[in-house]
């Protein structure tokens, strides 16, 4: 079956960086649209960057110029790099799929995710 594991979550002060993967197993990374949300304590879930079956990516403004979604399809892994951190941006981030080859608004499947902190 569909397994999304995330890991790389941490504390951080404001300005720093780190690099969340996501360990996908039971299908083919690199067939579908993959994706990385976020959920802060009191906030609607938000889709922070995507990226589908041909690589093109899309972030949320908000992240824009600071993140960058990649993907490893040899080790059907997916990354999200996040420099620049925010306070803002503390959140619990979950990886997610969608079983479509372009993206669209509705991830079906999602990781348990792992929590990003940023300090001022």
């Known amino acids: 079956q569909v397994q999304l594991v995330e890991s790389g979550g941490g504390s951080v002060q404001a300005g720093g960086s780190l690099r969340l993967s996501c360990a996908a197993s039971g299908y083919t990374l690199s067939k579908y649209c993959m994706g990385w949300l976020r959920q802060a304590p009191g906030k609607e879930r938000e889709t922070v960057a995507a990226?589908?079956?041909?690589?093109?990516?899309g972030y949320a403004y908000s992240v824009k110029g600071r993140f960058t979604i990649s993907k490893d399809n040899a080790a059907n892994t997916l990354f999200l790099q996040m420099n620049g951190l925010k306070p803002e941006d503390t959140a619990m981030y979950y990886c997610?799929?969608?079983?479509?080859?372009?993206?669209?608004?509705?991830?079906?499947?999602w990781g348990q995710g792992t929590q990003v902190t940023v300090s001022s």
């Open positions: 990226i589908d079956s041909h690589g093109i990516s």
């Open positions: 997610a799929v969608q079983m479509t080859t372009s993206c669209g608004s509705h991830f079906g499947y």
